[in-house]
DNA sequence: AATGTAGTCAACCGCGAGGTT
DNA sequence: CAACCTCGCGGTTGACTACAT
């Protein structure tokens, strides 16, 4: 008996998302949560595979993702984390907090690759590239120069990041020869220091994704000050009220977070990097933006951070909020 | 300005793992 | 134990964009 398919594909939808499937989407989640894929599509009325939904929302719609080129430190553990896993993206993701497999897997086919080569450096193999691209060096100088040039991007990246870093470790434990055979001691062990240099990543950053399950939220840092709807959920503390009180006048009836019942998310204010919602909700006009006059109102994240009290919710409190 | 080419990235596809019946 | 189901992963594709000619 052949495979039965992952749904029926009679009359289903591909191709790009438009927003009114991923309003649709986010909207269904934030209400339920993440449950079976497969029911997905038919319970928030997409004609979508389940497949094709929890793609597009680890992909693009989760709320914790980062934008963005990944920085050098994140790529400079791309690749260390490349050396040890090889292409298990879901891995080297598990240790980049905001960044998706697929996208580590195509920073690393666009971008790395490139860059490993111009150093001289195999990317599968991670070691010197033997003849062709890198100009005749005797193999010691050679793997002297590769050495300089991991050395190089280490310093660099050491320096913009913060003062611990797994590549030293990584380094000290890495066995070339047997670098790809991954053991699971050997994956706890990077995990291990992977989870060490976030801890002190979370303390600049904010927070790793290893720690907020994706859908089942908790804690999710839920904003307050951030009620457009009328059905603003009590759990929004003090500065609820006063935020949104001339915005939600200039709101028409296309409001996104009145369709979307999006409880008070609290985005990150300094560097603000909402990833797509912020491109998402902008697209809707739901910055609050005032449309007469170009005095954007940007209430969303004018509140400087300090005055927006963060409140970790279960899972519980979440789903109360949303209904 | 028009066309060609390269780069980027969202999305798809097929497969395997693990769980359930 | 086999058949089936669901999910997640990695490879690949193709649409779109930027840049070059």
Same mark, same amino acid.
């Given at each position: ?11 289903? =939808? ?36 389940? =497949? ?16 963005? $080129? ?6 400079? #553990? ?16 598990? @240790?980049?907090?905001?960044? %998706? ?5 195509? @920073?690393?086919?666009? +971008? ?9 450096? /195999?990317?599968?193999? +991670? ?36 003062? %611990? ?5 990584? /380094? ?20 291990? #220091?992977?989870? *060490?240099?976030?801890?002190? #990543?979370?303390? %600049?950053?904010?927070?790793?994704? /290893? ?6 939220? @908790? ?20 500065? *609820?009220?006063? *935020? ?8 028409? *009836?296309?409001?996104? $977070?009145?369709? $979307?019942? $999006?409880? /008070? ?30 005095? =954007? ?27």
């Amino acid at each position: 008996m052949g495979r039965q398919p992952c749904c029926d594909k009679v009359g289903l =939808k591909k191709g790009p998302w438009t927003s009114d499937e991923d309003k649709k989407l986010i909207n269904f989640i934030l209400a339920n949560g993440q449950c079976c894929w497969r029911a997905v599509p038919k319970l928030a009325g997409l004609l979508r595979c389940g =497949k094709s939904c929890r793609l597009r929302w680890t992909n693009y719609l989760r709320p914790d993702l980062k934008r963005g $080129l990944l920085s050098e430190y994140e790529e400079k #553990m791309v690749i260390d984390l490349h050396a040890q896993l090889g292409n298990r993206w879901s891995k080297i993701a598990s @240790h980049l907090p905001g960044r %998706t497999d697929n996208e580590i897997k195509n @920073h690393w086919n666009t +971008h790395i690759k490139k860059k490993l080569r111009k150093m001289g450096i /195999d990317p599968l193999t +991670h070691k010197p590239l033997s003849t062709i691209e890198t100009p005749p060096l005797p193999p010691p100088q050679q793997e002297v120069q590769v050495q300089e040039n991991i050395q190089e991007i280490e310093q660099q990246a050491v320096q913009q990041s913060c003062s %611990t870093s797994i590549v030293s470790e990584l /380094d000290q434990n890495k066995e070339p020869e047997t670098s790809l055979q991954s053991t699971v001691t050997q994956e706890e062990e990077i995990n291990n #220091m992977a989870a *060490s240099a976030y801890d002190t #990543m979370e303390q %600049t950053d904010g927070f790793c994704i /290893d720690e907020v399950p994706l859908i089942e939220p @908790h804690e999710i840092l839920v904003p307050c000050g951030l009620s457009p709807s009328s059905t603003s959920i009590p759990t929004s503390s003090s500065s *609820s009220s006063t *935020s949104t009180s001339s915005s939600s006048s200039s709101y028409d *009836s296309n409001n996104i $977070l009145e369709d $979307l019942l $999006l409880p /008070d998310f609290e985005w990150p204010i300094n560097n603000v990097d909402i990833g797509l919602w912020g491109d998402y909700l902008n697209s809707w006009d739901v910055l609050i933006s005032d449309v007469v006059g170009d005095r =954007k109102q940007t209430t969303m994240f004018d509140p400087p951070l300090n005055q927006c009290s963060r409140m970790i919710l279960d899972q519980d409190s979440w789903i109360n909020g949303l209904l």
